[in-house]
C-alpha cells in the first residue's frame, strides 16, 4: 500500500538557518503530495501542494519539489523564523477524487532565537 | 475564514463506555474524514464519508466505530465501547468535490483518553 517516510525529528535549528526535512513516497500512480503543519494546540493546516512530477508547492517562504524520479518531496526553507516552530507532516493522495491523506510520522521542529 | 471546529477538546472515559466525538465541518464541504494520532504516531485515516455514506474505510474502523451525518451540520464518530488503545487525538477534516489533489481542511482534534 501507499506509505510515507518522513525524516525523524525533532529538529531544533537557530533562526535564519537553512531547514530541509525530507519525505519520500511509496505509491502506485502519480499521486498528489502534501506538507500539513500543525502548530501548538492547532490542528494540521495545509502548508502547500503539488500535484504532478516537477511541480514546486510553496507558501510562506516555504518550498518542495515534486521529484518522481527520486519519489521525494523534501521541504525547505532558506531563513527559519521562531514562529515556523511546528510539526510538519508530510502526505500523499490518489490524484483522482476526494481520496484519503497518507502521512508520514510528522517532524518536530523547534527554532531558537 | 471557515473552519472546522470539534468538540470535545479532550474526552476521559472508562474502558467500556461509549463515547461520541463531534465535529462542524465547513459548510460548504461534501467530503468528510477522521484521522486518528496515537502518541508519538503516526497520523491514520479511519473513515471518509459522502452523500450520507461511507465511501472508504480503513481496517482500523471496525464495528466498534461508526459516523453518522445527523443533521445539516455535525458529523459525528461513535465508539461503541472503547478500549485501552483507542487513546488518541482525533481529527475530523472536510474537504470540497474535486477532481484531484484535494486540501483538506482539519479541526483542532478531540483528544481522547480511556482509563
Known amino acids: 500500500g501507499d506509505s510515507v517516510t518522513q525524516m525523524e525529528g525533532p529538529v531544533t535549528l537557530s533562526e535564519e538557518a537553512f531547514l530541509t526535512i525530507n519525505c519520500t513516497y511509496t505509491?502506485?500512480?502519480?499521486?498528489?503530495l502534501f506538507w500539513y503543519v500543525q502548530y501548538p494546540g492547532e490542528g494540521l493546516q495545509l502548508l502547500l501542494k503539488?500535484?504532478?512530477?516537477?511541480d514546486k508547492g510553496s507558501n510562506k517562504g516555504f518550498e518542495a519539489t515534486y521529484r518522481k524520479e527520486t519519489t521525494s518531496f523534501h521541504l525547505e526553507k532558506g531563513s527559519v523564523q521562531v514562529s515556523d516552530s511546528a510539526v510538519y507532516f508530510c502526505a500523499l493522495s490518489a490524484i483522482f477524487g476526494n481520496e484519503k491523506l497518507t502521512f508520514g510520522t510528522g517532524t518536530r521542529l523547534t527554532i531558537i532565537p | 475564514e471557515p473552519e472546522v471546529t470539534q468538540t470535545p477538546s479532550h474526552q476521559v472515559t472508562q474502558m467500556g463506555q461509549e463515547v461520541i466525538l463531534r465535529c462542524v465541518p465547513i459548510s460548504n464541504h461534501l467530503y468528510f474524514y477522521w484521522y486518528r494520532q496515537i502518541l508519538g504516531q503516526k497520523v491514520e485515516f479511519l473513515v471518509s464519508f459522502y452523500n450520507n455514506e461511507i465511501s472508504e474505510k480503513s481496517e482500523i474502523f471496525d464495528d466498534q466505530f461508526s459516523v453518522e451525518r445527523p443533521d445539516g451540520s455535525n458529523f459525528t464518530l461513535k465508539i461503541r465501547s472503547t478500549k485501552l488503545e483507542d487513546s488518541a487525538m482525533y481529527f475530523c477534516?472536510?474537504?470540497?468535490?474535486?477532481?484531484?489533489?484535494?486540501?483538506?481542511?482539519f479541526g483542532p482534534g478531540t483528544r481522547l483518553t480511556v482509563l
Open positions: 477534516a472536510s474537504s470540497e468535490l474535486t477532481s484531484g489533489g484535494n486540501e483538506q481542511f
Open positions: 505509491a502506485t500512480g502519480y499521486p498528489s
Open positions: 503539488a500535484t504532478k512530477a516537477d
